[in-house]
């Protein structure tokens, strides 16, 4: 697992939290490479799923399996990094975001490990399979009120941008674009909606032309 390219990055998230100065603010961003080709894990986390057939047409070809050990892999670095912030305690002053980037891949008749069911489509185009995803909000600076709520609008990527930008009480507007006549950044602030001071965002605008 020493040699696991995410098992690498995991160990210096952790490094990072042991050495900061839990006095001083942190902004931390890990995009784990892992439910991604090339379908590979560690295999303790491979036999936590022997239990799972084999896919496809060659029998050494577990895509099932190796998504979920590459999913299960994530997870418990994902409670590591809790665990390291809550020894360090800045637990309670952490959000934690976790979001997937697009929906599994189903290509190759689904011999490479995806499964959007029951939504139609998968990672490479615009079904809701694709761009639909698992994400979730934690961090005990998130309110009580809000721990298991979940959202039922819609919340895209680039709304983190002025989402993070309110909660560091920075101004996400660009200001030299709109002096060069620019549209506005097309993103909304969240925040309200996380801290429950509001149950929807300011309605999306359409920018056309």
Known sequence: C???EDALFEQQVLEMVASHNGDVPLFLFWAPH???APLQAPP???HHFEFINASGTDDALHHRQLMHAMVHFADAAITNVTDA???KGMWETTLLFFCADNGGAIAKRGNVGGNNYPL?????NNWEGGIRVNSFISGGFLPPSRRGV???GLFTGWDYYATFAALAGVDATDHRAAR???PPIDSVDFSPVLLGLATAPPRRELVIG
């Open 180 to 182: 060069a006549a620019l």
């Open 85 to 87: 912030f809550k020894a």
């Open 34 to 36: 892992v439910a991604h």
């Open 150 to 152: 979940k959202y039922e």
């Open 120 to 124: 139609t489509g998968g990672k490479y």
């Open 44 to 46: 303790p986390f491979i």
């Open 2 to 4: 020493c040699r696991y």
